[in-house]
C-alpha cells in the first residue's frame, strides 16, 4: 500500500473524503433498502469548471459522471493544482444489499467498472475532441468501514483494496474494467463487516483536446455488481 495512506492522508485529499463520508452517513441510515441500491451517489473532484461562459448550453457538473446519460459530462481543470493531480473520487456502493423479507444484508461482489470516455458518445468526433480525455490513469479502489458516524463522532480510515494504472481508448465506447476483489464476508446487519466502496481515479496523461486543451471531460462511470446467495459469502475472520 502507498505511503500515501499508510502514513497520513493530505489534508485536500483528507477533507474530499470527509465529505464522502458525512454524505453517505446523512443519506443511508434512514432508507437503507432504497439507497443501497443506487451507484455513483456522490462525486468529488478538485477544480470542476462552470464551462457555460466559455462553450454555452455545457453543463460540466460532476454528477453528470453519474447521471446514467452518456450525453452529458463532468469537465474538470487538467492539470489540476492540487497534491493528488487531477483525480475524481466516486462514491459507488455499499458492500451488501437490503436483506430479503428482514434477512441479513446480502454480500455483493463486484464485476465491472464501466468508463465512458470523453465529452460525449452520439456527437460528432470534432466535438468529442473539444476536450481534452483521460489516457492513462490510476484506478483505486478504497473501503471505508460504514459505521455509524452521527453517533461514533469518528470517520474511519479509508483502506486501498485495489489498484491498476490503465490505458484509456480515445472512444466515447463503453470501456471495462474489472477489479480482482475478494468478496465481503457476510454481515449480520448495518456496520457488521460493511463497508463503503469509493473509486479513485487519478488522471496521469490525457489525449489533448483541440479546443479546451486544460479541460478534461469524463462522461460517465458505472459500478456493475451482483448480491451474492448467502452460501457464496465467506464467513467471518
Not at 60 to 80: C, F, H, I, K, R
Amino acid at each position: 500500500m502507498r505511503a500515501l495512506f499508510s502514513i497520513v492522508l493530505p489534508a485536500g485529499f483528507a477533507l474530499l473524503l470527509s465529505a464522502v463520508a458525512f454524505l453517505q452517513a446523512t443519506a443511508f441510515r434512514s432508507d437503507l433498502a432504497d439507497r443501497v441500491l443506487e451507484s455513483g451517489r456522490v462525486v468529488l473532484a478538485p477544480e470542476a469548471i462552470p464551462v457555460s461562459r466559455e462553450d454555452p448550453g455545457l453543463d460540466g457538473s460532476l454528477s453528470n459522471l453519474e447521471d446514467g446519460d452518456p450525453e452529458t459530462a463532468a469537465v474538470v481543470a487538467y492539470p489540476a493544482n492540487h497534491p493528488e493531480k487531477t483525480h475524481f473520487l466516486i462514491d459507488l456502493a455499499l458492500t451488501h444489499w437490503p436483506g430479503i423479507n428482514g434477512g441479513p444484508p446480502r454480500a455483493r461482489v463486484p464485476v465491472a467498472i464501466v468508463v465512458r470516455n470523453g465529452l460525449c458518445t452520439n456527437c460528432d468526433r470534432s466535438r468529442f475532441e473539444d476536450y481534452s480525455r483521460v489516457r492513462r490513469a490510476e484506478f483505486s479502489i478504497l473501503y471505508r468501514h460504514a459505521n455509524r458516524i452521527d453517533e461514533d463522532y469518528e470517520i474511519p480510515p479509508v483502506r486501498e483494496v485495489w489498484t491498476r494504472t490503465i490505458t484509456l481508448p480515445d472512444s466515447p465506447d463503453p470501456f471495462s474494467i474489472f477489479p480482482d476483489l475478494s468478496p465481503p464476508p457476510a454481515s449480520n446487519g448495518w456496520g457488521d463487516h460493511m463497508d463503503y466502496i469509493i473509486l479513485r481515479i487519478r488522471v496521469e496523461t490525457v489525449y489533448p483536446g483541440n479546443r479546451f486543451p486544460g479541460r478534461l471531460a469524463l462522461a460517465e462511470v458505472t459500478w456493475k455488481d451482483r448480491a451474492l446467495d448467502p452460501e457464496e459469502a465467506p464467513a467471518h475472520e
